[in-house]
């Protein structure tokens, strides 16, 4: 069973900076897709951001321009790095990894079988 294990979530004011990481063994070659979804009190979880083992990236609207989804092979790490936070950016933020092809969206949630246990996010006014 892979472990996505998450890390650098915290409270920033408003327009401050975050980087998240997310780590496993092998997770940066072994995928199809990494993704970071987050979920807000009250909401439904919503994809962020992924990245495709060909380099393609996506982004959910509200967060381009604002959001870089990257990854580092050598560490075996996928990061966030997000600036220009805002209020509305508080979440727990979970990266998410699919070992199956999916061949479907990428802001999917099944998409994505393996999960990891979040890391919270809170962005102050």
């Known amino acids: 069973q892979v472990q996505l294990v998450e890390s650098g979530g915290g409270s920033v004011q408003t327009g401050g900076s975050l980087k998240l990481s997310c780590s496993a063994p092998?997770?940066?070659?072994?995928?199809?897709?990494l993704a970071w979804f987050r979920q807000a009190p009250g909401k439904e979880r919503e994809g962020v951001a992924a990245i495709e083992s060909d380099g393609t990236t996506n982004y959910e609207d509200s967060v381009k321009g604002r959001f870089t989804i990257s990854q580092d092979n050598a560490k075996n790490t996928l990061y966030l790095q997000m600036n220009s936070l805002k209020p509305e950016d508080t979440a727990m933020y979970y990266c998410?990894?699919?070992?199956?092809?999916?061949?479907?969206?990428?802001?999917?949630?099944?998409?994505?079988?393996?999960w990891g246990q979040g890391t919270q996010v809170t962005v102050s006014p």
């Open positions: 998410a990894a699919d070992s199956l092809d999916g061949m479907i969206s990428w802001f999917l949630e099944k998409r994505y079988n393996y």
């Open positions: 092998g997770i940066t070659r072994n995928y199809y897709s």
